[in-house]
């Protein structure tokens, strides 16, 4: 079974700084199937980068994603007020299918 | 528009049984490789149970034996039957659709707002 590890655990960073957020795999995954997510406080899961670096339908560009085998990193150029929330990523495998990062909470400094 | 609406959360007991649904509008759900997601409060996200676009499923082995997945076509509707309910299995539970089926690769690109399943006496 994969294990993801995100690091940090939580992230303190002001409006217009740089956030790189960490996602380590227990072993190399395929790049193709390595998504993030953002979540706020009473709302579902958002879907941000999917196979490693493609942006999801409507998401700002200051988000990216890149990585490969087992380091993988979602990075937001400039923060914007409305960026801090928990960023989890995800891997789709074989078993079982689907694994979570335990997540980064990204706040506000 | 393409959405998913959860229902048929609550308050159950320990031991007891709910089934949830997930409504699917804007796409097939036949089509798409459906999941179940859930998040206990503070938690973070684990995979439930996921149907294939050929129907075969799969469970976390935390809901084996207890919980099945299904789908009703004519509706555009997945299901969850969760049996033997226990207090660890109280969490908001998501359906989401996973763009596999489509794109040559994974993520859960549509989400339920979710609903709230709370196992007590």
């Known amino acids: 079974e994969i294990v993801l590890t995100q690091s940090p655990g939580t992230l303190s960073l002001s409006p217009g700084e740089r956030a790189t957020l960490s996602c380590r795999a227990s072993q190399s995954v395929s790049s193709s199937y390595l998504g993030w997510y953002q979540q706020k406080p009473g709302q579902a899961p958002r879907l941000l980068i999917y196979g490693t670096s493609n942006r999801a339908t409507g998401i700002p560009d200051r988000f990216s994603g890149s990585g490969s085998g087992t380091d993988f990193t979602l990075t937001i150029s400039r923060l914007e007020p409305e960026d801090f929330a928990v960023y989890y990523c995800q891997h789709y495998g074989s078993s079982p299918p689907y694994t979570f990062g335990q997540g980064t909470r990204l706040e506000i400094k | 528009e393409v959405q998913l609406v959860e229902s048929g959360g609550g308050l159950v007991q320990p031991g007891g049984s709910l089934r949830l649904s997930c409504a699917a509008s804007?796409?097939?759900?036949?089509?798409?490789?459906m999941s179940w997601v859930r998040q206990a409060p503070g938690r973070g996200l684990e995979w439930v149970s996921l149907i294939y676009s050929d129907g075969s499923t799969y469970y976390a082995d935390s809901v084996k034996g207890r919980f099945t997945i299904s789908r009703d076509n004519s509706k555009n509707t997945v299901y969850l039957q969760m049996n033997s309910l226990r207090a660890e299995d109280t969490a908001v539970y998501y359906c989401?659709?996973?763009?596999?089926?489509?794109?040559?690769?994974?993520?859960?690109?549509?989400w339920g707002q979710g609903t709230m399943v709370t196992v007590s006496s």
């Open positions: 804007g796409f097939i759900v036949s089509s798409n490789y």
């Open positions: 989401g659709r996973d763009l596999g089926a489509v794109a040559g690769t994974s993520a859960f690109d549509v």
